[in-house]
C-alpha cells in the first residue's frame, strides 16, 4: 500500500526532520517516524513529506520528499498531522487526519475548520478525551488508536533492586501548567523534604515559573536543565523516583507518561486533558484532585518506599506499553475498514473517482462509521 504522511506547520510550511534528527524531536514528529518505520517494516510504499524545497531522500525504507513532490504523486493512504488542509492536491481515496494536537482548540478551527469541511478526513483521535471534545468537527468517521512505546524503552528496564534518590522530573512543555508544579513544590514539597530535587528538562519562560528566578527556584530545590536530548532524557527517567505531568486541555496524549511507564517511573498528575487516561490511579501513579493533593502526593511517593515500589512494578505491566510494529497492526486494520466502507470512494491505487459516478447498488452509509479499533483497558 502506498501510504503518504503529512506535517505542515499551521502556515502551511512543511516541518523538516527525518531520522537523523531523532534526539531532537517529541511527541508528533517522533510518533510519525515510528509509524512511518514500522509501516515501512509490514512491506508498505511510504512517504514523508517533511522537505521544503530540497532533494528526496530514503532513509530506513522510507522516502522523504517535499510537498510539491507529494502532490505530483498518486497514494492510496494519505496521514496528516492535524490539518485536513494538508490533504489539498494530494491524491488519494483515504484521508486520515491523525489529531496529535486538539482541533477542538480555538487556534485550529481558525486553520482548519474549513479543511475538514471541505476534505471530510477520517479522523484517528489518541483518546477518548480528545474524540469526545471533537464531536462537531467535520469528519467521515473516528477511531482511537493509541501511541506505540518506542524501541529503545519498551523491555529495555528491569524492576529496580533499589530505590532511586527524592529526584523528581518535569519534561512537559513548561507552557502545560509546569506554574501549578512550582506552586506545589516550594508551599508542599520542599518545606516537608528539604534536599528533595526537582529537575526541569525544558524551556522554561519566567511566566510559567511565576516569574520566580532562577536563584530563588534553585534555594527551593528546584532546577532547570533546559531541553535535553530524547536518549538522556530517556537514561534520566531510568534514575529519577517520579515523574510530575499535571496535563493541559491541548493533552491529546501524553507520551511521556507511557514512556515513564516504559521506565518504571510512576507519574503523579492532574489529570487534565488525556492524563487521566494515561495514568493509573494509584496503581502507576497518582491522579490528584487539586495542587494541594498533588503536593502530598508528591512528598508520598518521595518517601514512603513501599508504595514506590508498588507503582514501580506496576509501571511495566501499563495496558499501553504497546510496540509500534503491534500499532502499525491496528492502523492497517483501519485502512482495510475505511476501505470496505466507502466503496464507491476509494479504489486503493487509483486516482479517487466522482461520487456522482458510483457503481450502481453502492449506498453511501446514512450515518457516520465511527469504529473503535483500540481503547484503553479501565
Known sequence: MRIIFLDLERSGRPRQFDFSDAETLRGGERGLLYLAGALA?????????????????????????????????????????????????????????????????????????????RHRPHIVHLSR????????????????IHHGVPPELLGSSAPRTDVPSPVALFSSYASRNLSLVV?????????????????????VAPKHANNLPDAELAASGIHVLGSLPWSELMERMRQSRVMLVPGHFQETYNNLAIESAA?????????????????????????????EDMGRSIVRVLTDDALWRRYHLNCFKHPDLVS???????????????????????????????????????????????????????
Open 41 to 117: 517494516k509490514r512491506g508498505h510504499e511510504i512517504t514523508v513529506a517533511t522537505r521544503d524545497g530540497a532533494a528526496d531522500i530514503v532513509q530506513q525504507s522510507v522516502r522523504f520528499v517535499s510537498m510539491a513532490s507529494a502532490r505530483s504523486g498518486v497514494f492510496d493512504v494519505a496521514i496528516s498531522n492535524n490539518y485536513a488542509f494538508a490533504f489539498d492536491g494530494i491524491h488519494a481515496p483515504i484521508k486520515i487526519v491523525w489529531t496529535r494536537n486538539p482541533g477542538f482548540s480555538v487556534a485550529h478551527l481558525k486553520a482548519d475548520f474549513l479543511g475538514k469541511l
Open 129 to 144: 478525551y480528545t474524540r469526545r471534545r471533537s464531536w462537531f468537527l467535520p469528519r467521515a468517521g473516528s477511531s482511537i
Open 183 to 203: 506552586d506545589a513544590w516550594r508551599r508542599i514539597v520542599h518545606p516537608a523534604l528539604p534536599h528533595a530535587r526537582l529537575e526541569v528538562t525544558a524551556e
Open 263 to 291: 521506565a518504571g517511573l510512576p507519574c503523579i498528575t492532574l489529570g487534565i486533558g488525556a492524563l487521566g487516561e494515561r495514568v493509573k490511579h494509584d496503581q502507576t501513579g497518582w491522579v490528584a484532585g487539586n495542587v
Open 324 to 378: 509500534w510494529d503491534d500499532r502499525a497492526v491496528t492502523w492497517e486494520n483501519c485502512f482495510a475498514k475505511l476501505q470496505a466502507n466507502r466503496p464507491w470512494r476509494c479504489t486503493l491505487g487509483a486516482p479517487t473517482p466522482n461520487p456522482l459516478e458510483r457503481p450502481a447498488g453502492v449506498v453511501p452509509p446514512s450515518t457516520e462509521q465511527t469504529t473503535e479499533l483500540h481503547e484503553l483497558s479501565t
